[in-house]
């Protein structure tokens, strides 16, 4: 005797089954990752030593440490049971109706540019007492930002994996900083010296590598961000060393200075003198550098040299069976990336007034690489997305002084910022391994124009 009575009893025992082994599976992760958890931050969170007169003195926090444990545990327990445990093509269709509720990029960037005007009155009015901060924040936000739009062009769009990018900065901050030394350039007849400097640098450093590609190609431009920064260091007669350039002009407004005393920009249109004038106009020159680094790279991108930036990001093989030329391609993006990452490092040498060989180290090539491998490659909006998340988290864990409270006077926030950033990190490239932003617009189009999926990408779709 059969029905459909006993075919859902049968059924019934199977599905019940799989939750409890789903969720038994669960638990059993969990249960790992915070194991895990607990060995590795058993040093970093549990013990605390401190040099004090006679000896080391060590101190355990074990309210920390089990509340780290528990934490990892919960999140592994939630994204077993609500993430992983759907379906792929359950996910996959859900993930689709999310992109298309989502506003396209025009929307975004054009509101992002609106607030980006507004930005410093914005801090001014909300924030009196603390606009400088933030002002000055956002200024360094917006140099990674325009840092990640020319290092997209050589790592998003053509494929070729730099971690020397810092070299190109490294050029253009000493080229304006050593000529307002020895020439007494200012700041806006250096700003477009420096971009020529570092695009024949980047040009310099593309002949040697033509024919590398992948691990190869990423150990050779980093041993040239090296190389740069082991030259500044010891050439000491002429780019001052260790001790570095000081003294380096600020930029003037049509030859105004922005400062006190007869025929500076105050006196001139009758305005009274605050210092935070300084770091609105500078902020308004990084935001114009960084729009005018965007407009070129999307411009270009429609440009047949573009198509044949992704074209050889693709395969380099298919590319040269096409007739491009491979050479040309890979030196006009070494050179183009190269040439906005040296008006960046000209702006941080007035910015700062001072700059050494430590300001150009290999971390500020990986984290500029950071920011575009989170952003996502080829996306504009997710470089900016990703500058933010990190340049201003990292920031923003400096003033959590309301976790003394939680954690005891003891626990100081800004000690575990880069363990909390690298935590993020992992995080996100397990959510989304291809970035915050993996879908854009394609760059040409043949009958309809909709938003395309990284991995369609992949397959030769949207070029």
Known sequence: MSGPGLVSAARTPNASQGAESRMTRALREASIAGALAGVLGFFFLALRTDIVTGGLEVTTRWGLWFT?????????????????????????????????????????????????????????????????????????????????????????????????????????????????????????????????????????????????????????????????????????????????VSGIPKPTFFGLEIGRGSGSFGDVFGLPYEPIHRFVYLYYIILALALLTNFVTMRLRRLPIGRAWEALREDEIACRSLGINTRNTKLSAFSTGAMFAGFAGSFFATRQGFISPESFTFLESAIILAIVVLGGLGSQIGIVIASVVMIGGIELLRNLDFLKQIFGPSFEPAEYRMLIFGLAMVVIMVWKPRGLVSTREPSATLKEKKLIGADQIAQGEGH
């Open 68 to 244: 780290a444990i528990a934490i990892v545990f919960a999140g592994r327990l939630a994204l077993n049971l609500f993430w992983f445990g759907h379906s792929y093509g359950a996910g996959k269709t859900a993930g689709r109706k999310i992109t298309r509720l989502l506003p396209s990029s025009k929307i975004v960037g054009r509101v992002a540019l609106a607030f980006a005007l507004i930005l410093p009155f914005f801090f001014m009015v909300l924030f009196p007492n603390r606009d400088r901060q933030y002002i000055d924040l956002s200024i360094l936000i917006m140099t990674y930002i325009m840092l990640g739009w020319g290092l997209n062009i050589v790592v998003g769009l053509a494929g070729l994996l730099d971690l020397g990018y810092v070299a190109f900065y490294a050029v253009g901050a000493y080229s304006f900083g050593l000529s307002a030394q020895y020439l007494g350039f200012g700041f806006w007849t250096a700003l477009p010296m420096a971009g020529l400097l570092a695009a024949t640098w980047g040009l310099i450093l593309g002949f040697p590598v033509l024919r590398l590609r992948g691990d190869y190609l990423a150990i050779v431009t980093l041993a040239f961000g090296e190389m740069i920064r082991v030259v500044l260091i010891n050439w000491k007669s002429f780019t001052g060393g260790p001790d570095g």
